[in-house]
């Protein structure tokens, strides 16, 4: 899949905001978690992979961040 400049850029800049973010602040979590959803519209498959995973509660936000962040830099 091919993905646009605008769009890596904006990857990117959720990858260094993933990696700054707190898991215990679930209010930013979530913010993030919205932002990097929209980031990975280009690609519906690994969009909902992320939405199925980092929206569930079945594991801790620290390990849901760790993943969304993998899967952030997975797309670009």
Same mark, same amino acid.
């Given at each position: ?8 850029s ?7 905001e /993933? ?7 679930? +209010? %930013?979590?979530?913010?993030?978690? +919205? ?19 980092? /929206? ?6 620290? %390990? ?10 997975? %797309?670009?």
């Amino acid at each position: 899949m091919r993905i646009s400049e605008q769009d890596k850029s904006r990857i990117i800049r959720l990858i260094g905001e /993933g990696e700054c973010l707190e898991p215990y602040d679930l +209010e %930013a979590f979530y913010r993030w978690m +919205e932002a990097s959803c929209e980031a990975l519209k280009f690609d519906l498959v690994q969009r909902e992979r992320f939405v199925q995973y980092c /929206g569930s509660s079945c594991d801790s936000t620290s %390990a849901r961040l760790h993943m969304g962040l993998w899967m952030l830099k997975q %797309a670009i």
